[in-house]
């Protein structure tokens, strides 16, 4: 069995000698294994070249930012990914290979499970104006910015994480206007200071919408808190729908704060966001 492993060395938990750990457990598995460090300036390149060799086994270690963009780089048509985690977070990761939140997850454990008994799988995504994909949610709004403060908070440094979140204008109460497209109709309004668009469980081809309108900035503070500590679905004040597609606007900017899986951007005021049941592949462990 041929192996070949994209190694992003910056991720968040990559370990600093990985090449001899990966060897070590590939001799163990029976898998003859070859190694490529990439850099995420050229990611894409890096991932289109390696998808013209031969190989058995194609799998990323990373974030998941690095999955997320290995996944969009291949499409549909290519050959499945296998994520290994090696980001802070590994949301993608988790989806993939079924690891619920809390518990650990082990690149090790996920490069055995695959390579003995993996099922290569469809995974959705929602687009972007058909051109950027996410793969578990994206978040738009001044209060992403709450993300950038999430280290301060955690430090016990209320202060500076305050100060953070004023910087980027997390504090605007009605930054984001948006609507559903029901097919070519307008459906439901709304304005929010929030907004997240998460991917749904396999077998629904509509996105989990959710958003957050405060009536004071007492009440945006504490829920902005929370999003920040943890995680939005579990936080008080969001409102969920399921949408097919929706309309983004900035109520005063021409362009809005966006993370996607956690990588940050900047998109246009009017993007659209919408659903692909079939974004790429991706060889899940048991």
Request: hydrophobic share 45%; glycine share 12%.
């Amino acid at each position: 069995m041929k192996l070949k492993v994209l190694i992003n060395p910056h991720a968040g938990s990559v370990p600093d000698d990985p090449d001899a750990d990966l060897m070590a457990l590939a001799e163990e598995v029976g898998a003859k294994c070859e190694i490529v460090k990439v850099e995420p300036e050229n990611l894409r390149e890096q991932v289109a070249a390696a998808v013209k060799d031969g190989f058995d086994i194609l799998a990323v270690w990373g974030g998941d930012g690095t999955i997320a963009c290995s996944l969009e780089t291949v499409g549909p048509k290519g050959p499945p990914i296998l994520p290994l985690p090696g980001g802070t977070m590994n949301l993608l990761h988790r989806r993939v290979h079924g690891v619920p939140e809390g518990t650990a997850i082990d690149w090790r454990e996920c490069l055995r499970g695959a390579v003995d008994a993996g099922k290569i799988e469809p995974i959705g995504a929602g687009c972007v104006n058909r051109e950027r994909r996410f793969y578990v949610g994206a978040m738009f709004g001044e209060l992403v910015g709450l993300s950038r403060a999430r280290e301060a908070i955690r430090d016990g440094r209320p202060i500076t994480a305050v100060e953070q979140a004023a910087e980027v204008g997390a504090f605007d109460l009605t930054s984001l206007a948006f609507h559903e497209l029901r097919g070519e109709d307008i459906g439901m309004e709304g304005v929010a200071t929030a907004l997240a668009a998460f991917v749904p469980e396999p077998g629904d081809a509509r996105l989990d919408v959710g958003w957050i309108d405060p009536d004071n900035l007492a009440e945006l503070a504490g829920v902005g808190m929370e999003i920040a500590l943890g995680d939005w679905r579990l936080a008080r004040g969001v409102e969920y729908h399921q949408w097919e597609a929706l309309r983004i606007f900035h109520a005063k900017e021409d362009e809005i704060e966006t993370t996607l899986d956690g990588e940050p951007l900047k998109l246009r005021s009017g993007s659209l966001i919408d659903f692909m049941p079939v974004a790429a592949h991706v060889l899940a462990a048991p």
